[in-house]
């Protein structure tokens, strides 16, 4: 079993970055594809992004292509979510997830762990 915490979120203004991390333990952190996803009050949990187990095989949604990039360390077993251009529709509660499929998802119910969120608020 894979525990993910995340960390890095925070208060910016619009126009600014944060760099999210999520730290993986307990399991073989290689093994599994890592997804961000955020919910903002209100509104469903939506994709964000995605890293394939090697890190060679990168996905994004279409509202944050160019403006986030994700990364991952295996030796250290974190995910990295860097946030550029950030905007007031960027503002929500981040979550890093752990799939052990190789198959490419962006649908939540494929992606066994979870971490606890991560506040990224955008003021304008």
């Known amino acids: 079993q894979v525990q993910l915490v995340e960390s890095g979120g925070g208060l910016v203004q619009t126009g600014g970055s944060l760099r999210l991390s999520c730290a993986a333990s307990g399991g073989t952190f290689s093994s599994y594809a890592i997804g961000w996803f955020r919910q903002a009050p209100g509104k469903e949990r939506e994709f964000v992004a995605r890293i394939s187990r090697s890190g060679s095989l990168l996905y994004y949604e279409d509202s944050v292509k160019g403006r986030f990039t994700i990364s991952r360390d295996n030796a250290k077993n974190t995910v990295f979510l860097q946030m550029n251009s950030l905007k007031p529709e960027d503002t929500a509660v981040y979550y890093c997830?752990?799939?052990?499929?190789?198959?490419?998802?962006?649908?939540?119910?494929?992606?066994?762990?979870w971490g606890q969120g991560t506040q990224v608020t955008v003021s304008s």
């Open positions: 997830a752990a799939d052990g499929s190789v198959v490419r998802s962006s649908a939540p119910s494929r992606y066994s762990y």
